[in-house]
């Protein structure tokens, strides 16, 4: 009887708008308590947007843009596109092109680096003590919930870029729905704890140590899933990025966005099709049911 009964689940998938890989996958939902959320793209748009430029000591708001924006402009990420994206704005229409970069490296998880105009820069992820004056432009960010980029060249950090991205207003609705069903979430990122607690907050997440995992590298997100994993909990993981294959494949069930990287949805158990993070519950709820009438 089974067969005909996980037929019909996965045709109400369709409908739904989820992608079910194989009835099979359907197998280990009965006793998923935990849902990990990716950040970027998942529980946000991951549409970001250039916010402020704090030129540090010995450069000017054009230079740091200028160099920042042609090595991000090599780069696909979002925070990349934002940084790109809002130097072009920025510099205005009669601006000269951005200039290309040598020797173009992604640091994936921390940021680009390569040589623009004869110098070395790297944009990315904020580590240690900033230079006087660069400190507060991060102390702001965070409070904010905005991520803090920095820019170095020739050894010393020179300025910060400061990105921020939009909760979609459905997140919300999204893991309440999750709760009813009696799951815990988890946010998980490799954004820095400020910026997740403030997306957690606006979610509906407890900004807690068990509910909150930050600063993550992506070849760390899928040890993170088996953290809980070796805790004895049944992980679900709802992710979109290239940095979140990994740990949907490890995760009982892996849901990739459908709006997502094709990484993601070859890792994926399930697709949602649309992107819509409300539609996870949905699925979840789907499984049970479909298993609970074989049964
Ligand atoms: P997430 O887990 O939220 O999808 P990533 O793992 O892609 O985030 O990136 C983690 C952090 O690394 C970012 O929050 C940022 O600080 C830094 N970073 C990654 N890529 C870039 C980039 N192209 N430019 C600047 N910073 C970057
Ligand atoms: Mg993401």
Do not use: C, Y
């Not at 280990?28 to 998942?42: A, C, E, W």
């Not at 160099?67 to 991000?72: C, H, I, R, T």
């Not at 004869?118 to 990315?124: H, I, L, T």
């Not at 979140?244 to 070859?266: K, R």
């Amino acid at each position: 009887a089974t067969p005909t009964a996980l037929m019909v689940g996965t045709g109400r998938g369709a409908q739904l708008g989820i992608l079910i890989k194989g009835p099979e996958v359907l197998e280990s939902t009965r006793r998923i308590d935990t849902v990990v959320l990716d950040k970027t793209g998942t529980v946000t748009t991951g549409r970001m947007e250039l916010h402020g430029v704090f030129p540090g000591e010995g450069t000017t708001e054009d230079e740091l843009l200028r160099l920042a924006g042609a090595l991000e402009d090599a780069s696909e990420h979002p925070i990349a596109r934002a940084v790109a994206r809002g130097a072009r704005e920025r510099a205005g229409a009669d601006a000269p092109p951005l200039p290309t970069p040598e020797g173009f490296e992604n640091l994936a998880g921390f940021g680009v680096r390569g040589t623009v105009e004869g110098r070395a820069v790297q944009a990315g992820r904020v580590e240690g003590e900033l230079p006087d004056g660069l400190e507060e432009a991060r102390a702001a960010a965070d409070a904010a919930g905005r991520t803090a980029i920095a820019v170095s060249w020739d050894g010393a950090v020179r300025g910060v870029l400061t990105v921020a991205d939009t909760v979609k207003d459905t997140s919300a609705e999204a893991v309440s729905k999750l709760r009813r069903l009696g799951l815990s979430p988890v946010l998980l990122t490799g954004d820095n704890q400020a910026v997740a607690e403030s997306v957690a907050r606006a979610v509906g997440i407890p900004a807690d140590e068990q509910s909150v995992i930050a600063g993550v590298l992506p070849e760390e997100k899928a040890a993170a899933v088996r953290g809980l994993q070796q805790r004895g909990r049944t992980v679900a993981m709802v992710g979109d990025g290239v940095n979140d294959a990994a740990a949907l494949a490890t995760a009982d069930l892996g849901l990739a966005m459908g709006t997502g990287t094709d990484a993601a949805i070859e890792a994926g158990d399930l697709t949602l099709v649309r992107g819509d993070l409300r539609v996870a519950a949905d699925a979840i709820r789907l499984a049970r049911r479909t298993l609970a009438t074989i049964k």
